[in-house]
Nanobody
Framework: QVQLVESGGGLVQAGGSLRLSCAAS????????MGWYRQAPGMQRELVAA???????NYADSVKGRFIISRDNAKNTVYLQMNSLEPEDTAVYYC?????????????????WGQGTQVTVSS
């Protein structure tokens, strides 16, 4: 059983910073891409940032220059450093990872999601 556990959300004033963490655990053999998505009320879930296992990154235009995604492969953990936060960044943030994990009989690749962490930016 693979789990992604997020931490670091909260309430912050506009212009402030937060750092999200997401640790993957379980019968993991390998992790490919990891990323962060967010979903605001009444909106579709959208990609915020992603990072490949070799370190290349991809960002949504709305967060370029403000957010930084990184990962620690030894800890199976991905981070999102969020700076210069704006009220428009308010959303539930979800961690995502594409993981090769062992089941009872085999190993297979699957997309896994965290439970979500609330980020609220006040104006």
């Amino acid at each position: 059983q693979v789990q992604l556990v997020e931490s670091g959300g909260g309430l912050v004033q506009a212009g402030g910073s937060l750092r999200l963490s997401c640790a993957a655990s379980g019968s993991i053999f390998s992790i490919n891409a990891m990323g962060w998505y967010r979903q605001a009320p009444g909106m579709q879930r959208e990609l915020v940032a992603a990072i490949a296992n070799h370190g290349s990154t991809n960002y949504a235009d709305s967060v370029k220059g403000r957010f930084i995604i990184s990962r620690d492969n030894a800890k199976n953990t991905v981070y999102l450093q969020m700076n210069s936060l704006e009220p428009e960044d308010t959303a539930v943030y979800y961690c995502n990872a594409y993981i090769l994990a062992r089941t009872k009989t085999t190993m297979s690749w699957h997309d896994y999601w965290g439970q979500g962490t609330q980020v609220t930016v006040s104006s």
